[in-house]
């Protein structure tokens, strides 16, 4: 991966290295597209400072976000909005100024935004460059023809009882507060970052079922429609594989796995762990610096 020229190529105001407000003709993207979701920006268990690393050092000519964006759930109990936030919105607008289509797809945390989505326009509302959907069809550079859609609709819990949605995620928020606490004792203790959280998802078997469920249903979805493929969200469990020959790809989080869904010029799919890629540790006190305007 190439990271010299992507600021240069972004050409976003105020960045060091930026280059006027649009793209550099001379310089290709570095991946056709990039699929991400859910990361829950309003919570204090976003990674806003790896999202933003990712955003700035990464181009690509389509940027698909997928889902829970904003965690407006969380919003409407309590606000919390730092540095890194507002960095991740600049730089999602700073790649629609210089020429990246960006698709925005609601989940059900930022469910808000469906509102805005009228069925009668098949293209979408555009707000600053930024095109609002339900959901897309996107065409790899091999032919593949991918559902992209947030996932949720495909969940029980969260379609039909979204009270026991509503006591998950406040489990899953106190399981968060939890591993930060646990991984300040282990690195006064010398041992690296061990995410208790992931770790409980795993051993529940029936979480473990529902994952299977989901990814089943999300893949039947995508046959129906004679499509070869479905990228979704919202599971926060980051796959690639095929599942009754149909591709289903879930491309993660921004809590606590970091990862993106990448497609490469040739139309070659990749999940990347930008965490684990950067050696960014979670355990570490968050300083990655925000770029200052000159």
Same mark, same amino acid.
């Given at each position: 991966m190439t990271h010299?020229?992507?600021? /240069?190529?972004?050409?976003?105001?105020?960045?060091?290295?930026?280059?006027?407000?649009?793209? *550099?003709?001379?310089? *290709?993207?570095q991946y056709r597209s990039v699929f991400i979701s859910d990361t829950h920006l309003g919570t204090r268990g976003c990674r806003s400072d790896f999202l933003a690393d990712f955003l700035r050092r990464t181009t690509c000519a389509q940027l698909y976000l997928v889902g829970d964006i904003i965690d407006?759930?969380?919003?409407? *109990?309590?606000?919390?909005?730092?540095?890194?936030?507002?960095? @991740?919105?600049?730089?999602?607008?700073? =790649?629609?100024?210089?020429?990246?289509?960006?698709?925005?797809?609601?989940?059900?945390?930022?469910?808000?935004?469906? /509102?805005?989505?009228?069925?009668?326009?098949?293209?979408?509302?555009?707000?600053?460059?930024?095109?609002?959907?339900?959901?897309? @069809?996107? @065409?790899?550079?091999?032919?593949?023809?991918?559902? @992209?859609?947030h996932g949720d609709a495909f969940d029980s819990v969260v379609r039909y009882a979204k009270f026991l949605a509503l006591l998950g995620d406040w489990a899953y928020t106190a399981a968060l507060v939890v591993n930060r606490w646990f991984n300040a004792v282990r690195r006064r203790l010398g041992y690296p970052y061990w995410s208790l959280s992931a770790w409980l998802k795993r051993q529940v078997k029936e979480a473990v079922k529902a994952i299977d469920r989901f990814e089943i249903a999300l893949a039947a979805e995508a046959r129906r429609r004679n499509l070869d493929g479905v990228v979704c969200g919202?599971?926060? =469990?980051?796959?690639?594989?095929?599942?009754?020959?149909?591709?289903?790809?879930?491309?993660?989080?921004?809590?606590?796995?970091?990862?993106?869904?990448?497609?490469?010029?040739?139309?070659?799919?990749?999940?990347?762990?930008?965490? /684990?890629?950067?050696?960014?540790?979670?355990?570490?006190?968050? *300083?990655?610096?925000?770029?200052?305007?000159?």
């Open positions: 010299s020229s992507t600021t /240069a190529a972004i050409g976003i105001p105020g960045i060091p290295g930026a280059s006027g407000l649009g793209p *550099r003709p001379d310089l *290709r993207p407006g759930w969380r919003l409407r *109990r309590s606000w919390y909005w730092d540095e890194h936030h507002d960095e @991740v919105l600049r730089l999602i607008l700073g =790649h629609a100024r210089a020429g990246t289509e960006v698709t925005y797809i609601p989940g059900n945390h930022d469910e808000l935004f469906r /509102a805005w989505v009228d069925p009668a326009m098949p293209d979408g509302l555009e707000i600053a460059g930024v095109r609002l959907v339900s959901e897309a @069809v996107h @065409v790899t550079a091999a032919g593949k023809r991918l559902l @992209v859609m919202h599971i926060h =469990h980051a796959e690639m594989r095929e599942v009754a020959g149909v591709l289903y790809i879930n491309d993660g989080d921004w809590v606590e796995s970091c990862t993106a869904l990448v497609e490469h010029h040739d139309g070659r799919l990749e999940l990347i762990d930008w965490a /684990a890629r950067q050696r960014l540790s979670f355990a570490a006190p968050r *300083r990655i610096g925000v770029p200052q305007p000159a």
